[in-house]
T-cell receptor, first 117, second 111 residues
Framework: DAGVIQSPRHEVTEMGQEVTLRCKPISGHNSLFWYRQTMMRGLELLIYFNNNVPIDDSGMPEDRFSAKMPNASFSTLKIQPSEPRDSAVYFC???????????????FGEGSRLTVL | ELKVEQNPLFLSMQEGKNYTIYCNYSTTSDRLYWYRQDPGKSLESLFVLLSNGAVKQEGRLMASLDTKARLSTLHITAAVHDLSATYFCAVVFDNNNDMRFGAGTRLTVKP
């Protein structure tokens, strides 16, 4: 069974450009998470969705960041305009939620490494 | 404020030695997770601890949870080089699906 799929794996862009990161969660998982990882700040939760609905976006750094989940199998994280301080690895993760016997553990994608020059 | 604190942040061990990584968290939770991350790779789930007193073991790693002390430990027995990685603990607060991570412990096992 395929895991969480992220694209692109690597992106290099110039300051001011729009960046779109994509994620396909594991089929049947109804919760999706976006995390950002940097050396200075570690793993930060940006936003998470339950059943395609954003539940908590308090971790989104500022208005330049937006995330959508138009259906159960696809999510995007957009940065517009991008800045050098946005350089990081962005991870998408999913889980089946906490209902029933689900343990709540997250299944991570391989990450998208973003470099903004 | 939701806080998850790990210590040590860096750990260099000799092969064959034992050591413990600690994870403290700030508010009530009965769901704690340990993940492993190899350099340049994704995070892999190691242990899920869902109740006070829970203990899980896999190979040379053993994790435990004390919800009253808000403390989890990850014990390494007779370390081997293959265990070199960064280990994260993570906590779900307020019984929702919001998982917060510690800063990670970078473990290096030397021959």
């Amino acid at each position: 069974d395929a895991g969480v799929i992220q694209s692109p794996r690597h992106e290099v862009t110039e300051m001011g450009q729009e960046v779109t990161l994509r994620c396909k969660p594991i089929s049947g998982h109804n919760s999706l998470f976006w995390y950002r990882q940097t050396m200075m700040r570690g793993l930060e939760l940006l936003i998470y969705f339950n059943n395609n609905v954003p539940i908590d976006d308090s971790g989104m750094p500022e208005d330049r960041f937006s995330a959508k989940m138009p259906n159960a199998s696809f999510s995007t994280l957009k940065i517009q305009p991008s800045e050098p301080r946005d350089s990081a690895v962005y991870f998408c993760a999913s889980n089946p939620g906490l209902a029933g016997s689900n343990t709540g553990e997250l299944f991570f994608g391989e990450g998208s490494r973003l470099t903004v020059l | 404020e939701l806080k998850v604190e790990q210590n040590p942040l860096f750990l260099s061990m000799q092969e064959g030695k034992n050591y413990t990584i600690y994870c403290n968290y700030s508010t009530t939770s009965d769901r704690l997770y340990w993940y492993r991350q190899d350099p340049g790779k994704s995070l892999e789930s190691l242990f899920v601890l869902l109740s006070n007193g829970a203990v899980k073991q896999e190979g040379r790693l053993m994790a435990s949870l004390d919800t009253k002390a808000r403390l989890s430990t990850l014990h390494i027995t007779a370390a081997v080089h293959d265990l070199s990685a960064t280990y994260f603990c993570a906590v779900v607060f307020d019984n929702n699906n919001d998982m917060r991570f510690g800063a990670g412990t970078r473990l290096t096992v030397k021959p």
